[in-house]
């Protein structure tokens, strides 16, 4: 199975903050890779698909970028409602999930 | 639009069968995938397989000796069953539907907690 690491496991930020998250595939994946954001209690929804793409209704403060191996998340203005676990998942091959990212308020 | 539900038991005994079904309201089963993922407490994710609307599957290996997924197409609903499970099978089981192949899950359920205990 392809192994997605993200960094960090964890991120205290601030409202307004710009916030990056990194997620790193053990073998290229060309752009198959989705983020989801999944609150306390609830299940994840998805934000970005095929590294860059917007998922329909999702506030374009969310960007995704990246291909091979090394993907990033970017929120560009941390609003209150971000605070949140947020997971890369690639779909190269037999689907797996990264370990997860916790966004903390500062 | 549409919208999933997950039911079935909450509790299971070692070595027993996890039964659980999926029912989608405001759209049918056509055209797309539908898929499980579990989640243990305080843990990642874990995709478990999808079936696609025609009937096709496709598992995760690392389960696959154990999983068995199937739809109900009159009733609108897909089922997931896990054989043999163990405590390490405790988690929140969600159904989500996808679309590209099975590969995005643009549409999750509320998710179901299922405890494996005797």
Known sequence: DIQMTQSPSSLSASVGDRVT??????????????????????????LIY??????SGVPSRFSGSGSGTDFTLTISSLQPEDFATY??????????????????IK | QVQLQESGPGLVK???TL???????GGSLSSYYWSWIRQPPGKGLEWLG?????????YNPSLRSRVTISEDTSKNQFSLRLNSVTAADTAVYYCARAHSSGRIFDIWGQGTMVTVSS
């Open chain 1, 87 to 104: 997971y890369c998942q690639q779909t190269y091959s037999t689907l797996t999930f990264g370990q997860g990212t916790k966004l903390e």
């Open chain 2, 50 to 58: 999808y079936i696609y609307y025609s009937g096709s599957t496709s």
């Open chain 2, 19 to 25: 039964s659980l079904t999926c029912t989608v309201s």
């Open chain 1, 21 to 46: 998250i990194t997620c790193r595939a053990s073998q290229s994946i060309s752009s198959y890779l989705n983020w989801y954001q999944q609150k306390v209690g609830k299940a994840p929804k998805l």
């Open chain 1, 50 to 55: 095929a590294a860059s793409s917007l998922q």
């Open chain 2, 14 to 16: 070692p070595s027993d």
